[in-house]
């Protein structure tokens, strides 16, 4: 399994289409990544190993890169049965103008649909979340003092 900003990370790369993408992901977005991830999903009454293209540990997303159009349903319906394990993957079409801005897309909406999950939480137990904030505060607080000491 290679590692996005390590040396020899696109050698683990299976196709030259993978290596573009992660290239992007680490270059221009200044993302790690790691190549071919393993993941256990159930289908049915079984469970199965899949391998994902690229998985980026900062956002807890999988990123299947598809290299041609004819393949695309056979993705889509990898992405389906992800899906339904709760697992976040996102499809690169390698072959279409303009991925790099439709996979940006993506990411930046699957980033702001996970930052709306807590207020909604927060929005329905308000007292939990204002006692969590209070606790962070006070750890903070302790932790930065602790800090001090030890600098």
């Known amino acids: 399994m290679g590692e ?6 696109y050698d683990a790369m299976g196709s030259h289409e993978e290596r573009l993408v992660a290239a992007f992901i680490s270059e221009e977005l200044n993302l790690n990544w790691t190549a071919h991830q393993p993941v256990l999903v159930s289908s049915g009454r079984s469970l199965n190993l899949v391998e994902i293209d690229i998985f980026i540990p ?4 999988f990123v299947e890169v598809c290299r041609d159009p004819q393949d695309e349903d ?3 319906a990898k992405e389906k049965v992800l899906r339904d394990n709760g697992i976040s993957a996102l499809l690169v079409k390698i072959y279409e103008m303009g991925w790099k801005a439709a996979f940006l897309e993506e990411l930046v909406a699957v980033h702001a649909i996970r930052g709306e999950i807590p207020a909604k939480l927060e929005a329905k137990f308000p007292e939990e979340f204002a006692r969590i904030r209070k606790k962070i505060a006070v750890d903070l607080h302790e932790f930065l003092e602790g800090s001090e000491e030890i600098g």
């Open 4 to 9: 996005g900003k390590t040396a020899g990370a």
């Open 58 to 61: 900062s956002f807890g997303i």
């Open 74 to 76: 056979e993705y889509l």
